[in-house]
């Protein structure tokens, strides 16, 4: 079994399933479809946001089969406005409660503010007000539900969908092999503007995305987590193979799980042996029509960018310099 | 409201289409979507509680005897069969 | 408790600025965009001093202006913010979610012509592309009214009767660049006029409420009948605002108001600040002994209807003086929502629209005269085309 190696703040050895909190924040009821990876990994971040938190959450999915009127299925407070402006609304309602605390009107501790979107809503339509919202600095977490494209509304290509996947605006045909660009990386822009937490985290590993989220709403400043959210309608994949997918994403290094603290790399789920991309991309139909070249291509991609982010975690250096103003200032 | 939702006034509704109460999604009940349901063969499990955690509804409680049976939300994905350590979850078809 | 009596001079948007300090403004979010921006620079450099607790956010543009408005509003802190033209265009989608939210962000929109093409200057193609955007709306026409307008706009939003973001409307420019004498107050008459903001629905995890849910199709007409009723309802508490203002400042405002229109025939009718320059022509037609009047439109939404067809009661021909236009459609928005609030009455009088003063283009008072010999003229030929740009060169 691989090692859970969230060495930071680990006060435990072993992680026991029936230890984890069972207050559920993300209740039954909701209707995503079955097998949704996505919903998972939301059920898990809301435990680990904790009780004393607002969520601002985007048009999407989970906002779909979430909040039907008059259900909801969210224990927090939540709300949402539009598609492409979540980190805005969690910029104004960490304004607010800066200025509640400030005038003494805050009624207990202070809440973590977190936003949530998909990867549509993060990587496309939602990227200016994510960078508006890190480069102010906001008290904030941010987390992407990547199921690698717009699922909601039927299974549209995004900037995050990968290389070759058939989605309804990339399909293959007679000229076309499916999506074309290579997806987009978040967590490269996160970094880029210098916050202090950024990771990627995977329902294939829950305490690992469990002690993520916790320790991005605890970091003082901007975090961004970037989530895996297998998707069995969208992938075309069977709904019991969800976790299995998302471990298998992460064993062929597809979609590593790793964490950036103040600019340096670190590894938290590291497989012994990575295997071939083939067994990731097999049980996976919008992966079907792909043929030896374009398999062989994405192999050679996976291995080169992981060897890359291996060094990343080996550097002497930190991407960045991180802007910590002393007092006084 | 606890009328159905297509009988509901304007004025019943809240300002601003707030809804005041948390958790009402449990209202709805969504193991009427599955076509096969998880079974715990108790002689092999070992209460670890992976199940429980896999699941995207929170569709498996926990009984009071330690083990572990599925809700009334649960939707049939069958990813709690899959990843059961001992592997002594199987899916069994619902009565049509 | 009685207001200062003492006039200051000081720039339109610097007064502005000053109710908005006054009024206890705690979350600004807002974007640069000419003409507003001595409002915001100026709002700014009072959080910077400490002189206005509240937080400035700078946000990266006029979406998200709106947005952190309303995660603030949510939230229930007291919300400001301000723009013009294309900002408020950019920002279109959430000022409908503003509203069907019930939050009670003020919001000042410094008239601007629309793109294309690009102009700074001041029309109201602006708000008039925002009618239906659910808010109250407010036009004002110097700077007194500015500042005054600017408090009490606070007041309404967040009366628990009305719970409606609102924009005041001021020309900009003409009043946002411009220095007026204005008559300010002080901030313990303001405190006893305008109490804390007391938030409706809060998110709050001691009482979690979840916000923005959607609507199937068997709610959706019940959850925007609510607004409806909702907007059209905050007219009361609007009145009763204004006359609280009143008897505080001696200054009392309506949502219709007239100048001159006794035994008018022929009325003109204007929002904003070219209401003072119409004025000033009226008083020049009636000291030559024509019977013309001016009614100006302050309160747009929610539409008075009944105080309007009151002021155009005695009126034969009414001459609507739009700042805006309707492309391809009946006519100015100004004129268009005139005709149809006077169509139920058995008598009407005729309707005539002039688009004036687009993009800027200075007025005056002497455009008000020829407009009002320019529809005789049209009325005494026949059927009229009854809408036109007014001067257009070609």
Same mark, same amino acid.
């Given at each position: 079994?691989?090692?859970?190696?969230?060495?930071?703040?680990?006060?435990?050895?072993?992680?026991?399933?029936?230890?984890?909190?069972?207050?559920?924040?993300?209740?039954?009821?909701?209707?995503?479809?079955?097998?949704?990876?996505?919903?998972?990994?939301?059920?898990?971040?809301?435990?680990?946001?904790?009780?004393?938190?607002?969520?601002?959450?985007?048009?999407?999915?989970?906002?779909?089969?979430?909040?039907?009127? *008059?259900?909801?299925?969210?224990?927090?407070?939540?709300?949402?406005?539009?598609?492409?402006?979540?980190?805005?609304?969690?910029?104004?309602?960490?304004?607010?409660?800066?200025?509640?605390? /400030?005038?003494?009107?805050?009624?207990?501790?202070?809440?973590?503010?977190?936003?949530?979107?998909?990867?549509?809503?993060?990587?496309?339509?939602?990227? +200016?007000?994510?960078?508006?919202?890190?480069?102010?600095? $906001?008290?904030?977490?941010?987390?992407?539900?990547?199921?690698?494209?717009?699922?909601?509304?039927?299974?549209?290509?995004?900037?995050?969908?990968?290389?070759?996947?058939?989605?309804?605006?990339?399909?293959?045909?007679?000229?076309?092999?499916?999506?074309?660009?290579?997806?987009?990386?978040?967590?490269?822009?996160?970094?880029?503007?210098?916050?202090?937490?950024?990771?990627?985290?995977?329902?294939?590993?829950?305490?690992?995305?469990?002690?993520?989220?916790?320790?991005?709403?605890?970091? *003082?400043?901007?975090?961004?987590?970037?989530?895996?959210?297998?998707?069995?309608?969208?992938?075309?994949?069977?709904?019991?193979?969800?976790?299995?997918?998302?471990?298998?994403?992460?064993?062929?290094?597809?979609?590593?799980?790793?964490?950036?603290?103040?600019?340096?790399?670190?590894?938290?789920?590291?497989?012994?042996?990575?295997?071939?991309?083939?067994?990731?991309?097999?049980?996976?139909?919008?992966? /079907?029509?792909?043929?030896?070249?374009?398999?062989?291509?994405?192999?050679?991609?996976?291995?080169?960018?992981?060897?890359?982010?291996?060094?990343?975690?080996?550097?002497?250096?930190?991407?960045?310099?991180? #802007?910590? #103003?002393?007092?006084?200032? | 409201?606890?009328?159905?939702?297509?009988?509901?006034?304007?004025?019943?509704?809240?300002?601003?289409?707030?809804?005041?109460?948390?958790?009402?999604?449990?209202?709805?009940?969504?193991?009427?979507?599955?076509?096969? @349901?998880?079974?715990?063969?108790?002689?092999?499990?070992?209460?670890?509680?992976?199940?429980?955690?896999?699941?995207?509804?929170?569709?498996?409680?926990?009984?009071?005897?330690?083990?572990?049976?599925?809700?009334?939300?649960?939707?049939?994905?069958?990813?709690? #069969?899959?990843?059961?350590?001992?592997?002594?979850?199987?899916?069994?078809?619902?009565?049509? | 408790?009685?207001?200062?009596?003492?006039?200051?001079?000081?720039?339109?948007?610097?007064?502005?600025?000053?109710?908005?300090?006054?009024?206890?403004?705690?979350?600004?979010?807002?974007?640069?965009?000419?003409?507003?921006?001595?409002?915001?620079?100026?709002?700014?450099?009072?959080?910077?001093?400490?002189?206005?607790?509240?937080?400035?956010? $700078?946000?990266?543009?006029?979406?998200?202006?709106?947005?952190?408005?309303?995660?603030?509003?949510?939230?229930?802190?007291? $919300?400001?913010?301000?723009?013009?033209?294309?900002?408020?265009?950019?920002?279109?989608?959430?000022?409908?979610?503003?509203?069907?939210? /019930?939050?009670?962000?003020?919001?000042?929109?410094?008239?601007?012509?629309?793109?294309?093409?690009?102009?700074?200057?001041?029309?109201?193609?602006?708000?008039?592309?925002?009618?239906?955007?659910?808010?109250?709306?407010?036009?004002?026409?110097?700077?007194?009214?500015?500042?005054?307008?600017?408090?009490?706009?606070?007041?309404?939003?967040?009366? @628990?009767?009305?719970?409606?973001?609102?924009?005041?409307?001021? =020309?900009?420019?003409?009043?946002? @660049?411009?220095?007026?004498?204005?008559?300010?107050? =002080? +901030?313990?008459?303001?405190?006893?006029?305008?109490?804390?903001?007391?938030?409706?629905?809060?998110?709050?995890?001691?009482? *979690?409420?979840?916000?923005?849910?959607?609507?199937?199709?068997?709610?959706?007409?019940?959850?925007?009948?609510?607004?409806?009723?909702?907007?059209?309802?905050?007219?009361?508490?609007?009145?009763?605002?204004?006359?609280?203002?009143?008897?505080?400042?001696?200054?009392?405002?309506?949502?219709?108001?007239?100048? /001159?229109?006794?035994?008018?025939?022929?009325?003109?009718?204007?929002?904003?600040?070219?209401?003072?320059?119409?004025?000033?022509?009226?008083?020049?037609?009636?000291?030559?002994?024509?019977?013309?009047?001016?009614?100006?439109?302050?309160?747009?939404?929610?539409? *008075?209807?009944?105080?309007?067809?009151?002021?155009?009661?005695?009126?034969?021909?009414?001459?609507?003086?739009?700042?805006?236009?309707?492309?391809?459609?009946?006519?100015?928005?100004?004129?268009?929502?005139?005709?149809?609030?006077?169509?139920?009455?058995?008598?009407?009088?005729?309707?005539?629209?002039?688009?004036?003063?687009?993009?800027?283009? =200075?007025?005056?008072?002497?455009?008000?005269?020829?407009?009002?010999?320019?529809?005789?003229?049209? #009325?005494?030929?026949?059927?009229?085309?009854?809408? @036109?740009?007014?001067?257009?060169?070609?």
């Amino acid at each position: 079994m691989e090692k859970f190696g969230f060495a930071e703040s680990t006060k435990f050895d072993t992680y026991a399933s029936r230890m984890m909190p069972r207050e559920e924040f993300f209740t039954s009821g909701h209707r995503s479809c079955q097998g949704c990876g996505e919903a998972l990994a939301v059920r898990w971040a809301c435990k680990a946001i904790g009780k004393d938190a607002i969520i601002a959450h985007a048009t999407g999915c989970m906002e779909i089969v979430s909040s039907a009127m *008059p259900q909801t299925a969210w224990m927090h407070p939540w709300i949402h406005v539009a598609f492409e402006n979540t980190s805005a609304v969690a910029s104004g309602i960490e304004a607010a409660l800066k200025v509640l605390e /400030r005038k003494g009107r805050l009624k207990g501790p202070m809440p973590k503010v977190v936003a949530m979107g998909g990867d549509g809503g993060t990587s496309d339509i939602g990227l +200016q007000s994510l960078s508006g919202a890190l480069e102010r600095g $906001t008290n904030f977490t941010y987390i992407c539900w990547d199921n690698e494209a717009y699922m909601n509304t039927g299974i549209q290509r995004s900037s995050s969908t990968p290389f070759g996947a058939m989605t309804t605006t990339s399909p293959p045909g007679k000229l076309s092999f499916g999506q074309h660009t290579w997806k987009k990386d978040m967590v490269a822009i996160a970094v880029a503007h210098g916050i202090p937490y950024v990771a990627t985290a995977s329902p294939g590993y829950l305490f690992d995305l469990y002690f993520k989220v916790k320790k991005a709403v605890e970091t *003082p400043g901007p975090a961004y987590i970037h989530v895996l959210s297998v998707c069995p309608t969208g992938w075309r994949s069977a709904t019991d193979l969800t976790v299995r997918l998302a471990r298998l994403a992460t064993e062929t290094a597809v979609f590593p799980l790793f964490e950036v603290v103040d600019g340096r790399y670190r590894l938290t789920v590291q497989p012994p042996k990575i295997r071939p991309v083939r067994d990731y991309l097999k049980p996976q139909g919008r992966f /079907r029509h792909l043929r030896d070249p374009e398999v062989e291509f994405i192999q050679k991609q996976t291995t080169d960018r992981y060897q890359l982010l291996l060094e990343k975690c080996q550097a002497s250096c930190a991407e960045f310099v991180p #802007v910590h #103003v002393p007092e006084g200032i | 409201m606890s009328k159905a939702w297509d009988q509901v006034t304007w004025q019943e509704i809240e300002v601003g289409g707030v809804l005041t109460e948390p958790g009402t999604a449990r209202n709805y009940n969504t193991g009427d979507w599955r076509s096969s @349901h998880p079974v715990w063969d108790k002689t092999r499990c070992i209460k670890c509680g992976v199940c429980w955690t896999v699941c995207p509804e929170a569709g498996i409680t926990e009984q009071p005897d330690g083990y572990f049976e599925m809700n009334t939300y649960c939707k049939g994905c069958g990813i709690c #069969v899959k990843e059961c350590v001992t592997g002594c979850i199987k899916m069994v078809l619902e009565e049509s | 408790m009685m207001a200062h009596k003492k006039r200051l001079g000081m720039e339109v948007s610097i007064a502005v600025s000053h109710a908005v300090q006054l009024a206890r403004a705690e979350a600004i979010a807002a974007y640069p965009i000419t003409p507003q921006t001595h409002i915001v620079e100026h709002l700014s450099s009072l959080v910077a001093n400490g002189e206005l607790d509240a937080e400035f956010v $700078t946000v990266e543009s006029e979406h998200s202006a709106m947005s952190a408005s309303i995660g603030a509003a949510a939230t229930g802190v007291r $919300t400001y913010t301000a723009t013009s033209s294309q900002g408020l265009a950019l920002m279109n989608e959430i000022l409908f979610i503003a509203s069907a939210m /019930r939050l009670p962000i003020v919001m000042t929109v410094a008239n601007r012509a629309l793109s294309g093409p690009l102009s700074i200057w001041n029309d109201h193609g602006d708000i008039m592309a925002a009618r239906d955007i659910g808010w109250i709306q407010i036009f004002v026409e110097n700077g007194q009214e500015a500042f005054d307008h600017s408090i009490m706009a606070f007041k309404i939003a967040e009366d @628990h009767r009305v719970l409606m973001p609102t924009a005041v409307n001021l =020309d900009g420019f003409i009043l946002s @660049h411009v220095v007026e004498a204005h008559e300010l107050m =002080d +901030q313990e008459t303001v405190d006893g006029f305008l109490p804390p903001l007391v938030p409706y629905h809060k998110l709050d995890p001691a009482k *979690p409420v979840t916000m923005g849910a959607f609507a199937m199709p068997e709610l959706y007409t019940e959850c925007k009948m609510g607004h409806q009723v909702a907007l059209t309802n905050s007219y009361g508490p609007i009145l009763e605002v204004w006359r609280e203002w009143g008897e505080l400042t001696g200054r009392h405002y309506k949502p219709v108001e007239t100048h /001159r229109t006794e035994g008018a025939k022929v009325v003109l009718l204007i929002m904003g600040s070219l209401a003072e320059v119409a004025e000033t022509a009226v008083d020049t037609m009636r000291d030559q002994g024509i019977p013309v009047g001016l009614v100006k439109l302050r309160l747009w939404r929610p539409f *008075p209807f009944a105080d309007l067809r009151q002021a155009l009661a005695g009126a034969e021909l009414v001459i609507v003086c739009d700042r805006a236009l309707s492309l391809g459609g009946a006519a100015g928005p100004v004129q268009a929502e005139v005709r149809s609030a006077m169509y139920p009455l058995a008598k009407k009088p005729h309707i005539l629209g002039y688009a004036v003063g687009l993009g800027g283009r =200075d007025v005056q008072p002497e455009v008000f005269e020829e407009l009002v010999q320019l529809a005789q003229a049209e #009325v005494k030929k026949g059927p009229s085309e009854e809408f @036109h740009i007014y001067g257009v060169r070609g």
